[in-house]
């Protein structure tokens, strides 16, 4: 039997480049989907992601860094002394804000590695490591021994990840098939001019009797417009660093100086100590 599987990640709460993604899929006649992480922040997508993807086959998720800074949040692990701290708390707490029970629920049982055996190939499906969904170590100029770390919790054919927003197919030392699908709401390239294509990224593995057939690196259109709009009309904090995000793939999650002066302009940090500490302190484990 052929599978055709949509490997989708980093939607990173772009609503209008998800939506594409799976319009674009179900013309492709993708059987199966596989989600590897980092769904929601800092774009306006909460609820509506998950609803997305309900309507597809949707038959793996795996966390990604972005989902377990959330329930880190949500543990009450903020250094509140920290502007990154507090950039990541006041996007949680819109989160906390548009997410269902059963959306918080949903990203707390999912794990950060699974197996699925099709055909008789077994993938290996993480964010990141198998055991750790952050860092650099798979960047694209990394040594091929960091990429020999995804075969080490179990022995598989083929490695699936992403974390690095950037579609990739290599090898091991072993040659078993590493391959990352790209970002669907934040591609990202160091070389400018491919800095500059926004597209939204994804991949489909077709997998017949005899094996991986072929491995389709997709990219796919979407109104940019459309999706800022969309992060004025539901308010998310930081709008100015998502609409730059949007435009030119840079990020500032670790600028401090501007976060600060930011959360001080917009009194976020104040906001989120009252959130948490008092009015979202049930949810805790």
């Given amino acids: 039997m052929k599978h055709r599987i949509g490997l989708l990640s980093d939607v990173h709460g772009n609503i209008t480049a998800l939506e594409a993604v799976i319009a674009d899929s179900i013309q492709e006649n993708v059987t199966d989907y596989w989600f590897l992480g980092d769904l929601i922040m800092p774009g306006p997508g909460s609820g509506k992601l998950f609803d997305i993807l309900e309507t597809v086959n949707l038959s793996a ?12 949040v949500l543990s009450g692990d903020i250094d509140t002394n920290d502007p990154t701290d507090i950039y990541i708390a006041k996007l949680a707490q819109y989160q906390c804000q ?3 029970h059963a959306n918080i629920e949903f990203i707390k049982r ?18 990141n490591l198998p055991e750790k969904d952050y860092g650099t170590d798979l960047t694209p100029d990394q040594d091929t021994k960091n990429f020999d770390q995804l075969f080490t919790k179990e022995q598989c054919d ?8 950037h579609q990739m197919i290599r090898y091991s030392s072993n040659d078993e098939l590493i391959i990352n699908p790209g970002s669907i709401g934040q591609p990202f ?18 997998v017949d009797e005899n094996g991986l057939f072929e491995v389709d690196f997709k990219k796919v259109r979407y109104d940019v417009e459309r999706e800022t709009q969309r992060a004025i009309r539901y308010g998310i904090p930081y709008l100015n660093l998502y609409k730059e995000l949007l435009k030119t793939g840079y990020v500032h999650t670790h600028d401090k100086e501007l976060l600060l002066k930011i959360n001080r302009q917009n009194d976020y940090k104040e906001d989120v100590i009252i959130f948490f500490n008092e009015k979202y ?3 805790r484990n």
Wanted: hydrophobic fraction near 40%; glycine fraction near 4%.
């Fill in 281 to 283: 302190r049930d949810t």
């Fill in 98 to 100: 548009n997410l269902s």
């Fill in 110 to 127: 999912s794990p950060l590695y699974l197996t699925k055996t099709i055909n008789g190939l077994k993938f290996g499906i993480s964010h």
């Fill in 189 to 206: 390239f160091k070389w400018d001019k491919l800095r500059a294509d926004r597209r939204a990224q994804y991949a489909i593995i077709e």
């Fill in 61 to 72: 998720f795996v966390k990604g860094n972005w989902e377990d800074c959330f329930l880190e």
């Fill in 158 to 165: 083929i490695a699936i990840y992403a974390h690095i927003h």
